[in-house]
């Protein structure tokens, strides 16, 4: 009986085990890659070139334009990139354009990174999870 661990202390050692893993616990690193700008989760890495800073005080025309070319459905990566740098020549939004482009960039690696590290850690998840799962002391 002494040999048995209760359900409170199988839980704390889960969950001990479980978030030595990381300084952000895996399951919920996992959960939270779903909630991106303002908690809109994917649709608001898109929102924010659909509506970006930098379209705030431009015209009505220009908007339009810009729109046109976002939404585009037959342009290849290339010929979209393309038309955006002649729209940003076009309205002297060269800079703002290349600096949101940046910040997007960035975020789009900063992710990446966060989800790379969160798959290399998944082989240490299944081998904890398998020795909770064969202890025999636990409850």
């Not at 990566?77 to 703002?96: H, V």
């Amino acid at each position: 009986e002494n040999q048995q661990l209760t359900a409170h202390q199988e839980a704390a050692q889960t969950e001990s085990l479980v978030s030595g893993i990381s300084s952000k616990p895996l399951l919920g690193f996992i959960m939270s890659l779903d909630e991106t700008e303002n908690g809109k989760g994917a649709a608001g890495k898109y929102e924010a070139w659909k509506n970006p800073p930098f379209l705030l005080n431009m015209s009505k025309e220009a908007k339009k334009e810009y729109e046109k070319i976002y939404n585009h459905d037959t342009m290849t990566k290339q010929q979209q990139t393309d038309a955006m740098s002649s729209w940003a020549a076009a309205n002297n939004a060269t800079l703002p354009l290349t600096v949101f482009d940046d910040q997007q960039n960035a975020q789009k690696k900063k992710e990446s990174d966060e989800i790379t590290s969160a798959v290399e850690q998944l082989p240490g998840v299944l081998t904890q999870i398998e020795a909770i799962e064969n202890n025999q002391k636990l409850t």
